[in-house]
C-alpha cells in the first residue's frame, strides 16, 4: 500500500480519465476515418459510373459528332437521360456549341456560359466538376457531378466534340448519411463497452502499482533482496518480477562492476604494449589540432619525449609549422582527405629522415569525425634498398645502351668506312666525290646526333620551373604536326580543361615530351586513325603529396603487348623501322626531373594511351 489513502484514488482517477480520453478518442478517429473512406468510396464509384456512361456516348456519337447529325446526337441525350440519376446529356460540337440538350431543345446552338461550361470549354483532357442543377420541370435543385469526355478519333489528335454527363449526387448523400449514422451508433456501443472495461483495468492497476512503489522506496533505502507477492497474470506481474530479480541481484551487479573496471584498465595496459611494440609510428591528433596519442616509435622518430603529449599539446609543437608532415596532417585535418603512401622529408634532431606516412580520419561509431591517425615509418633503409637495386638497374640498362648504341653507330661508320676505302681508286671521279660530299656528312651527323641525345639522356638537365600553361603547349604541338595528321587521314580530338591550372614545369622541355608523345601516336597510325589529348586535373595526389594535372594521349593504332611496353621507356629499345629509341626515354627523363609520373597502357589491336601527371604550380 501507499503511505496515503489519497494515492491510490488519485492514481485510479487518472488512469481512468486516460482511458476515457484514449478510448473516446480512438473511437471518433475509427468513425471518422471509416465515415471518410466510404464517402469516398461511394463518390469514386459514382465518378466511374459517370465516366464509363461519358465514354460510352462519346463512343457511340463520334460518327454524328464528326457529320454534325444534330438528330442523332438529340436522340442519343434523350434516351442516356432517361437513367434514373442522369440529369442531364449534352452533347459540345468542336466550337464548343450545343449540339444537343437533354430536356432543353432551346439551347440548341447556343454558347453555354456559365463557369462549368467554361472550365470545360478549356479542358484538354476528361474534366469532373461538381455543381448545382435546376430541375426545367419542377425547379428543384440539387447537386449533381458533371462529368466532361473531349472526343477524338484515331487519325487526329483535334478534339471534334465533347459529351457532358450530369449525374445526381443525391443517392449518393442518402447513402453517405446512413453510413455516418450507422457508424455513430457503432461507436457509442464501443465507447461505452470501452469505459466499462476501463473501470474494470483501474482496480486492477492500482493496487500492483501501490506495492511496487513502497517496494521502491524500500529498496531506496537499502532493503536489499525485497521480494514481492504480486500475481495479476499480466505486465505487472512481469513487473514485480523484475523488481525480485534486480533486488535479488543488485549486490552481483556492484560485484560485477568493480570487476569489470578491472578489465576495462587490463585492456588500457594491453593497448598501451600494443602501441609499444608497432615498429611504425603512431599519432592521433583531435579535431583542433592537438596531439592526442603518440607511441615509443613514433617519439623517437621525431625527436621528442612521449610524455610531451599528457597534456595534448598542439600539433606545432610537435612537428614543426610549415614541414611538410605538419602540411599534410593539416590537410587531413581541413578536408577529411586519406593518404595512403606519402613520402616526405622530416628534419629530425639527428638529420633529415625520409618518411613513409599514411593518414586515415578517425571517427566515432555513429560515423562522425573525431580527428585523424598518422602512421609513419623510418625508410632510410628502403632507401637504401632503392639505390642499390636503381644501381643494378643501370648496369643492366648499360648493357642494353651499350649494344644498342653499337647498333646505332655502325651502320654509319661502315658507310663512312666504305666511301675511305674507296677514296684512293676513285677520288678523280667527281660523282664520287659528290656523293662522298653528301653520304660521309650526312652519316657523321646521324652519329652526332645519337651521342647528343644519349648525352642529354645521361646528364642532369638544367631547367628553369616556372607557372606554366600546358594547354597552351599541347595548342602548339597539335599546330606543329596538323599537316602531318592530315596527311596521314588522323583526326585530332583536343580536349583541353579550361579550368586547367597551371603546372610547375620548363616550358621547353615540356613542349619537346608532348612533342615525342605525340609523334609516338602519329607514327602507330600510318594507315589513319585517331588522336585524342585530353587535360583534367589528377584524381589522386602525387607520392609528394602535391596536387597534380594529367595530360592524357590515345591513339587507335596497332597498339602493344605487355612485354614491349615493360621495355618502352629504354634507350635504344623501338619497334619502327627507323628510330633510335631515345625519344620515350628523354620524355621518361623529362617528366621524373619535373617530380612527376608517366604510365602506358596498351591492347594490341586496340590504341594505347599515355598519361602524363604533372605538380600544379604554386599560388602567388
Given at each position: 500500500?501507499?503511505s496515503?489513502?489519497g494515492?491510490?484514488?488519485?492514481l485510479?482517477?487518472?488512469?481512468?480519465?486516460?482511458?476515457?480520453v484514449?478510448?473516446?478518442?480512438l473511437?471518433?478517429?475509427?468513425?471518422?476515418?471509416v465515415?471518410?473512406?466510404?464517402?469516398r468510396?461511394?463518390?469514386?464509384?459514382?465518378?466511374?459510373r459517370?465516366?464509363?456512361?461519358?465514354?460510352?456516348?462519346?463512343?457511340?456519337?463520334?460518327?454524328?459528332?464528326?457529320?454534325?447529325n444534330y438528330i442523332?446526337?438529340?436522340q442519343?441525350?434523350?434516351?442516356?437521360?432517361?437513367e434514373?440519376?442522369?440529369?442531364?446529356?449534352?452533347?459540345?460540337?468542336?466550337?464548343?456549341?450545343?449540339?444537343?440538350?437533354?430536356?432543353?431543345?432551346?439551347?440548341?446552338?447556343?454558347?453555354?456560359d456559365?463557369?462549368?461550361?467554361?472550365?470545360?470549354?478549356?479542358a484538354?483532357d476528361?474534366?469532373?466538376?461538381?455543381?448545382r442543377?435546376?430541375?426545367?420541370?419542377?425547379?428543384?435543385?440539387?447537386?449533381v457531378?458533371?462529368?466532361?469526355?473531349?472526343?477524338?478519333?484515331a487519325?487526329?489528335?483535334?478534339?471534334?466534340?465533347?459529351v457532358r454527363?450530369?449525374?445526381?449526387?443525391?443517392p449518393?448523400?442518402v447513402?453517405?448519411?446512413?453510413?455516418?449514422?450507422?457508424?455513430v451508433?457503432?461507436?457509442l456501443?464501443?465507447?461505452?463497452?470501452?469505459?466499462?472495461?476501463?473501470?474494470?483495468?483501474?482496480?486492477?492497476?492500482?493496487r500492483?502499482?501501490?506495492?511496487?512503489?513502497?517496494g521502491?522506496?524500500?529498496?531506496?533505502?537499502?532493503?536489499?533482496?525485497?521480494?514481492?507477492?504480486?500475481?495479476?497474470?499480466?505486465?505487472?506481474?512481469?513487473?514485480?518480477?523484475?523488481?525480485?530479480?534486480?533486488?535479488?541481484?543488485l549486490a552481483?551487479?556492484?560485484?560485477a562492476?568493480?570487476?569489470?573496471?578491472?578489465?576495462?584498465?587490463?585492456?588500457?595496459?594491453?593497448?598501451?604494449?600494443?602501441?609499444?611494440?608497432m615498429?611504425?609510428?603512431?599519432?592521433?591528433?583531435?579535431?583542433?589540432?592537438?596531439?592526442?596519442?603518440i607511441?615509443?616509435?613514433?617519439?623517437?622518430?621525431?625527436?621528442?619525449?612521449?610524455?610531451?603529449?599528457a597534456?595534448?599539446?598542439p600539433?606545432?609543437?610537435?612537428?614543426?609549422?610549415?614541414?611538410?608532415?605538419?602540411q599534410?596532417?593539416?590537410?587531413?585535418?581541413e578536408g577529411?582527405?586519406?593518404?595512403?603512401?606519402?613520402?616526405?622529408?622530416?628534419q629530425?634532431?639527428?638529420?633529415t629522415l625520409?618518411?613513409?606516412?599514411?593518414?586515415a580520419p578517425?571517427?566515432?561509431p555513429q560515423?562522425a569525425?573525431?580527428?585523424?591517425?598518422?602512421?609513419f615509418?623510418?625508410?632510410?633503409e628502403?632507401?637504401?634498398?632503392?639505390?642499390r637495386?636503381?644501381?643494378?638497374d643501370?648496369?643492366?640498362?648499360?648493357?642494353?645502351?651499350?649494344?644498342?648504341?653499337?647498333?646505332?653507330?655502325?651502320?654509319?661508320?661502315?658507310?663512312?668506312?666504305?666511301?675511305v676505302?674507296?677514296?684512293p681508286?676513285?677520288?678523280?671521279?667527281?660523282?664520287?666525290?659528290?656523293k662522298?660530299n653528301?653520304?660521309?656528312?650526312?652519316?657523321?651527323?646521324?652519329v652526332n646526333?645519337?651521342?647528343e641525345?644519349?648525352?642529354?639522356?645521361?646528364?642532369?638537365p638544367?631547367?628553369?620551373?616556372?607557372?606554366?600553361?600546358?594547354?597552351?603547349?599541347?595548342?602548339?604541338?597539335?599546330?606543329?604536326?596538323?599537316?602531318?595528321?592530315?596527311?596521314?587521314?588522323?583526326?585530332?580530338?583536343?580536349?583541353?580543361?579550361?579550368?586547367?591550372?597551371?603546372?610547375?614545369?620548363d616550358a621547353?622541355?615540356?613542349?619537346?615530351?608532348?612533342?615525342?608523345?605525340?609523334?609516338?601516336?602519329?607514327?602507330?597510325?600510318?594507315?589513319?586513325?585517331?588522336?585524342?589529348?585530353?587535360?583534367?586535373?589528377?584524381?589522386?595526389?602525387?607520392p609528394?603529396?602535391?596536387?597534380?594535372?594529367?595530360?592524357?594521349?590515345?591513339?587507335t593504332?596497332?597498339?602493344?603487348?605487355?612485354?614491349?611496353?615493360?621495355?618502352?621507356?629504354n634507350?635504344?629499345?623501338?619497334?619502327?623501322?627507323?628510330?633510335?629509341?631515345?625519344?620515350?626515354?628523354?620524355?621518361?627523363?623529362?617528366?621524373?626531373?619535373?617530380?612527376?609520373l608517366?604510365?602506358?597502357?596498351s591492347?594490341?589491336?586496340?590504341?594505347?594511351?599515355?598519361?602524363?601527371?604533372?605538380?600544379?604550380?604554386a599560388a602567388?
Amino acid at each position: 500500500m501507499l503511505s496515503t489513502a489519497g494515492e491510490p484514488a488519485g492514481l485510479a482517477r487518472r488512469v481512468f480519465l486516460s482511458l476515457l480520453v484514449l478510448v473516446a478518442g480512438l473511437t471518433l478517429a475509427v468513425v471518422a476515418f471509416v465515415a471518410w473512406r466510404e464517402t469516398r468510396l461511394i463518390r469514386t464509384e459514382a465518378e466511374k459510373r459517370a465516366r464509363a456512361v461519358a465514354n460510352n456516348l462519346a463512343a457511340t456519337a463520334d460518327t454524328a459528332l464528326r457529320t454534325y447529325n444534330y438528330i442523332a446526337l438529340e436522340q442519343y441525350a434523350e434516351k442516356a437521360a432517361r437513367e434514373a440519376d442522369v440529369r442531364y446529356v449534352i452533347f459540345l460540337d468542336k466550337e464548343h456549341i450545343v449540339a444537343a440538350y437533354s430536356g432543353q431543345d432551346h439551347l440548341q446552338g447556343t454558347r453555354l456560359d456559365d463557369p462549368v461550361s467554361r472550365a470545360v470549354d478549356a479542358a484538354n483532357d476528361v474534366l469532373v466538376q461538381t455543381t448545382r442543377w435546376r430541375s426545367p420541370d419542377t425547379g428543384v435543385e440539387e447537386r449533381v457531378l458533371d462529368v466532361a469526355v473531349p472526343v477524338r478519333f484515331a487519325e487526329s489528335e483535334e478534339r471534334w466534340g465533347t459529351v457532358r454527363i450530369g449525374l445526381s449526387l443525391e443517392p449518393l448523400e442518402v447513402e453517405v448519411r446512413r453510413t455516418w449514422g450507422a457508424l455513430v451508433a457503432i461507436g457509442l456501443i464501443a465507447l461505452l463497452g470501452g469505459l466499462a472495461y476501463a473501470q474494470v483495468l483501474v482496480g486492477r492497476i492500482t493496487r500492483p502499482v501501490a506495492e511496487l512503489a513502497a517496494g521502491a522506496r524500500r529498496l531506496a533505502k537499502g532493503e536489499v533482496g525485497l521480494q514481492l507477492d504480486i500475481r495479476t497474470g499480466d505486465e505487472l506481474e512481469a513487473l514485480a518480477t523484475a523488481f525480485n530479480h534486480m533486488s535479488a541481484e543488485l549486490a552481483a551487479k556492484q560485484e560485477a562492476l568493480v570487476q569489470n573496471l578491472a578489465l576495462v584498465d587490463a585492456l588500457r595496459r594491453y593497448q598501451e604494449d600494443i602501441l609499444r611494440s608497432m615498429d611504425e609510428g603512431l599519432l592521433t591528433v583531435d579535431l583542433d589540432g592537438r596531439v592526442v596519442t603518440i607511441n615509443r616509435v613514433g617519439a623517437t622518430l621525431l625527436g621528442i619525449p612521449a610524455e610531451r603529449v599528457a597534456d595534448r599539446p598542439p600539433l606545432e609543437s610537435i612537428v614543426p609549422a610549415g614541414a611538410p608532415l605538419e602540411q599534410l596532417i593539416r590537410r587531413g585535418l581541413e578536408g577529411d582527405e586519406v593518404v595512403g603512401h606519402a613520402e616526405v622529408e622530416y628534419q629530425a634532431p639527428g638529420g633529415t629522415l625520409p618518411l613513409g606516412v599514411s593518414t586515415a580520419p578517425l571517427r566515432d561509431p555513429q560515423g562522425a569525425r573525431l580527428g585523424l591517425l598518422v602512421l609513419f615509418r623510418d625508410l632510410t633503409e628502403i632507401k637504401a634498398l632503392e639505390a642499390r637495386m636503381r644501381r643494378a638497374d643501370r648496369l643492366a640498362a648499360l648493357g642494353t645502351m651499350s649494344a644498342g648504341l653499337a647498333h646505332e653507330i655502325k651502320n654509319p661508320l661502315a658507310a663512312i668506312k666504305t666511301f675511305v676505302q674507296l677514296i684512293p681508286r676513285k677520288f678523280d671521279n667527281v660523282a664520287f666525290r659528290d656523293k662522298f660530299n653528301v653520304t660521309v656528312p650526312r652519316e657523321l651527323d646521324r652519329v652526332n646526333g645519337i651521342v647528343e641525345n644519349l648525352l642529354e639522356l645521361a646528364r642532369a638537365p638544367r631547367m628553369s620551373f616556372a607557372a606554366t600553361d600546358v594547354n597552351g603547349l599541347i595548342r602548339r604541338v597539335l599546330d606543329l604536326y596538323g599537316r602531318q595528321m592530315e596527311e596521314r587521314g588522323i583526326e585530332c580530338d583536343p580536349r583541353l580543361d579550361p579550368a586547367l591550372p597551371a603546372a610547375r614545369a620548363d616550358a621547353e622541355y615540356l613542349l619537346r615530351a608532348f612533342s615525342n608523345l605525340v609523334v609516338n601516336a602519329i607514327e602507330a597510325m600510318p594507315s589513319g586513325g585517331r588522336v585524342v589529348v585530353a587535360t583534367g586535373p589528377a584524381a589522386t595526389r602525387l607520392p609528394s603529396g602535391a596536387r597534380a594535372i594529367e595530360v592524357r594521349v590515345a591513339d587507335t593504332g596497332a597498339g602493344m603487348d605487355a612485354q614491349t611496353v615493360s621495355q618502352l621507356f629504354n634507350p635504344f629499345f623501338t619497334t619502327k623501322a627507323k628510330g633510335t629509341g631515345l625519344g620515350l626515354a628523354l620524355t621518361h627523363k623529362i617528366v621524373e626531373e619535373h617530380g612527376g609520373l608517366i604510365t602506358v597502357q596498351s591492347t594490341v589491336g586496340a590504341g594505347t594511351l599515355f598519361v602524363i601527371t604533372l605538380p600544379v604550380a604554386a599560388a602567388s
